[in-house]
Nanobody
């Protein structure tokens, strides 16, 4: 069994910064990729950023230049550094991971429970 546990959300003023963390715990043999999604109030969940095991990353246009995703393979932890936050970044942020449990390298997708980020003055 695998759990993804997010932390680091909270209330921040416009222009501020937050760093989200997501630690994957349990029976993990390999990580293919991990990512961050967000769901603004009343809207659908959307991709924020993803990163592969080899550290190739992609970002939504709305966060390019402001957010940075990173992956610590040794700790099975993905981070999202968010700078220059704006009210439109307000959302519940979810991490996910494509993880394999053994040498068969069959990957399964897991989701965290989400952490609230609120950008407001």
């Amino acid at each position: 069994q695998v759990q993804l546990v997010e932390s680091g959300g909270g209330l921040v003023q416009p222009g501020g910064s937050l760093r989200l963390s997501c630690a994957a715990a349990g029976s993990i043999f390999s990580i293919n990729a991990m990512g961050w999604y967000r769901q603004p109030p009343g809207k659908q969940r959307e991709l924020v950023a993803i990163i592969t095991r080899s550290s190739t990353s992609n970002y939504a246009d709305s966060v390019k230049g402001r957010f940075t995703i990173s992956l610590d393979n040794a700790k099975n932890t993905v981070y999202l550094q968010m700078n220059s936050l704006q009210p439109e970044d307000t959302a519940v942020y979810y991490c996910n991971g494509d993880l394999a449990h053994d040498r068969n390298l069959k990957f399964y997708r897991y989701w965290g429970q989400g952490t609230q980020v609120t950008v407001s003055s």
